[in-house]
């Protein structure tokens, strides 16, 4: 049902996980631990779906808050838990509070847990391409300070994210990155069409953390395109030709 690193399960009074798709009620395209509040799933089976993750992180059914994702780098500090589908818009989330279980969805971009474990401070952040580009990445860390967190101590892992070789992207895309800085040359390879690329999505959010100082910076190196059986894929089902995709749910809480 989930997937931990080892970097975080270390601290003592963190509990998180990087939750598959496996474990759930829901059916057909959404099998089984569809928790996306957007997709077009029944909404009964997606609140069970997202109960059976807050029974597992050991918090109630109704103090996990996941924010609006709209590919931002716009963070949320979560002081009190929202209605499931009001949360605010941003791809963020990063807390203080005991109890509360803080989260992000994806089906291809990279979710990132954060956890300073001597602060007791937390963050999850959703970074497809346009978030890590725009700075969602290091906007989750300055909050995260400001919540009494010390980068230096800060554990960062990357989960289940669309791999290189899945990632094919057209020359506007690269010419973007290579416009902000040539550096990023380095994060794509030709494909076999032209003018098309490769784009190494993993490696560019691990680089961005690491150039942002935190003491630790993890991999789990799972790509959700190439594992059906554990991961939703919004690439993987546009291929398909099918109406919508599943979503997974990341999360992490500090223990009451």
Request: glycine share 10%.
């Amino acid at each position: 049902m989930k997937i931990t690193a080892d970097a975080l399960s270390a601290l003592p009074g963190i509990r998180h996980g990087f939750f598959t798709r496996q474990g759930g009620v829901s059916d057909g395209i959404y099998a089984s631990l569809n928790c996306g509040v957007g997709s077009a799933d029944e909404r009964a089976h997606v609140l069970e779906n997202r109960a059976r993750i807050t029974a597992d992180l050991r918090v109630a059914a109704d103090r996990l808050a996941t924010p609006y994702q709209v590919h931002s780098p716009d963070v949320v500090v979560v002081d009190e838990v929202w209605p499931v589908g009001d949360g605010p818009k941003a791809d963020a989330v990063v807390t203080s509070r005991p109890g509360i279980a803080i989260g992000v969805g994806t089906a291809d971009c990279g979710p990132v847990l954060f956890a300073d474990g001597d602060a007791r401070v937390v963050g999850a952040a959703h970074a497809g391409w346009k978030g890590a580009f725009t700075g969602v990445l290091e906007a989750t860390v300055a909050e995260m300070e400001k919540l009494g967190a010390r980068r230096e101590r800060i554990v960062a892992v990357l989960g289940p994210t669309i791999s290189k070789a899945a990632y094919e992207v057209g020359p506007e895309f690269r010419a973007r990155f290579i416009d902000a800085d040539a550096a990023n040359a380095a994060f794509f390879a030709p494909s076999d069409r032209a003018d098309h690329h490769q784009f190494d999505l993993p490696a560019y959010i691990g680089t961005r953390l690491r150039a942002a100082g935190l003491g630790t910076v993890g991999d789990l190196a799972l790509c959700t395109y190439a594992d059906p059986k554990r991961f939703f894929s919004y690439r993987r089902a546009t291929h398909a030709g099918e109406p919508d995709y599943g979503r997974l749910l990341h999360a992490i809480t500090i223990a009451a």
